[in-house]
């Protein structure tokens, strides 16, 4: 079945940059976007971006336009966010998941953590 | 972008049945989509593409759409779906947006 298996918490300090992993398994790894989605704690969902495995394509948030870069490695299915200048306000579980329009299934998420 | 908006909470007895709204400007021309996380847990998708049900979503799970709004009703409502309900659309260039999230509450 379809999976996506996340790395695991970090702990950043403000100013860092934090490089998240998403692994795919059970499925074509090119044929669903990924999408990027976060949640700090006690608060909804926060759509940031999608990336097209197949292209390379992205289409982020404006509000993390110029602070995510989302990748992928297709050789060992895995796709990457990258966000850079974190403040504390970045503290968040962050999860990605595959599907165009769509989300499902997702990861497991994982906590980034900002503070000095 | 835009917003879509939905009831902060919903209670409701077990047995009975929850209806969650979802309101939004772009629906009429977009397709709605919900999601159901229990604390601690990922999202997972409940309905797709307004009213067609993933595999493995029990019936009881429903989804409708009328005009600028999307509502997710669940019939026979048992404790277990106590969680939090997420709505989801996408605009013209495929850019997501989430609705604030609807508390059920099963009495």
């Known amino acids: 079945q379809m999976q996506l298996v996340q790395s695991g918490a970090e702990v950043k300090k403000p100013g860092a940059s934090v490089k998240v992993s998403c692994k795919a398994s059970?499925?074509?790894?090119?044929?669903?976007?990924i999408n990027w989605v976060r949640q700090a704690t006690g608060q909804g969902l926060e759509w940031m971006g999608w990336m097209d495995p197949k292209s390379g394509d992205t289409a982020y948030a404006q509000k993390f336009e110029g602070r995510v870069t989302m990748t992928r490695d297709t050789s060992i299915n895995t796709a990457y966010m990258e966000l850079s200048s974190l403040r504390s306000e970045d503290t968040a579980v962050y999860y990605c998941?595959?599907?165009?329009?769509?989300?499902?299934?997702w990861g497991q998420g994982t906590l980034v953590t900002v503070s000095s | 972008s835009y917003d879509l908006t939905q009831p902060p909470s919903v209670s409701v007895s077990p047995g009975q049945t929850a209806r969650i709204t979802c309101s939004g400007d772009?629906?009429?021309?977009?397709?709605g989509y919900w999601y159901q996380q229990k604390p601690g847990q990922a999202p997972i998708l409940v309905i797709y593409?307004?009213?067609k049900r993933p595999l493995g979503i029990p019936e009881r799970f429903s989804g409708s759409s009328s005009g600028t709004t999307v509502t997710l009703t669940i019939s026979g409502v048992q404790a277990e779906d106590e969680a939090d309900y997420y709505c989801?659309?996408?605009?013209?260039?495929?850019?997501?947006?989430f609705g604030g999230g609807t508390r059920l509450t099963v009495l």
């Open positions: 772009a629906l009429p021309n977009q397709y």
């Open positions: 593409k307004n009213n």
């Open positions: 059970g499925y074509t790894f090119s044929s669903y976007d």
């Open positions: 989801q659309s996408s605009d013209s260039s495929n850019t997501f947006v």
């Open positions: 998941a595959a599907g165009r329009g769509y989300s499902s299934p």
